[in-house]
């Protein structure tokens, strides 16, 4: 989650945690994967792919449970696989397609699984909601560390929760990737200093609670 901005740009303004880097090897073991599915099934799981790669441009994409998946920080955002009678969207988790309501026509959902034609790639907008549910489940921790997202998968702010409250260190971001806030909290109420930061990495104002 590289800002794209300068390399001193970067150092200076303390460019938000990198998502893990997707490898050439995990681009092609899906490249390979894929090349072994029969069409029409190929050419829907291609749509598919690209649809999720606009959608996440700063996602890793890789194999993950043998399927072609896209992940962020570690986690499974969405994954996709062919079948002999239909496609399958996976969201990585069992409650984002029920919590996201409304169907396509022509696809069917279990617990885990949203099931589509082999002819028929799933729209944009489909994609875009389950993806949004998913990185929203993501961030949705009440002890340890938090993420939270842009729609585009980058990091929005990172830090610690302790019982369902902030509690620690925080950072927030742009969606450019350059470091926009940082301050400190003790069981959810603001403490220490608390500054912000122009693009540039220039201290703007700096505030002691």
């Excluded at 069409?39 to 999720?52: G, I, N, S």
């Amino acid at each position: 989650m590289t800002a794209p901005t300068s390399s001193s740009r970067s150092a200076r303004s303390g460019a938000r945690p990198a998502a893990t880097t997707a490898t050439s090897a995990s681009v092609k073991a899906v490249d390979a994967k894929l090349a072994k599915v029969a069409e029409p099934h190929r050419t829907t799981l291609l749509a598919l792919r690209a649809t999720l790669r606009e959608l996440l441009p700063h996602a890793e994409e890789c194999l993950k449970y043998g399927m072609a998946a896209f992940t962020v920080q570690g986690k499974g955002v969405a994954a996709y696989e062919a079948f002999k009678g239909h496609c399958s969207y996976f969201p990585m988790s069992g409650g984002v397609l029920e919590r996201v309501t409304g169907l396509p026509a022509g696809t069917s959902a279990s617990k885990g699984t949203l099931q589509f034609p082999v002819d028929r790639p799933l729209s944009k907008a489909v994609v875009r909601r389950r993806v949004r549910a998913r990185l929203d489940e993501i961030s949705d921790v009440t002890n340890g560390k938090r993420f939270e997202f842009y729609d585009d998968g980058s990091v929005k702010a990172v830090g610690s929760m302790k019982d369902g409250q902030p509690h620690g260190a925080w950072t927030w971001y742009r969606q450019d990737g350059t470091r926009m806030r940082t301050g400190k909290f003790a069981a959810g109420q603001q403490v220490g200093t608390w500054q912000t930061w122009d693009r540039d990495g220039r201290l703007v104002t700096s505030t002691t609670y």
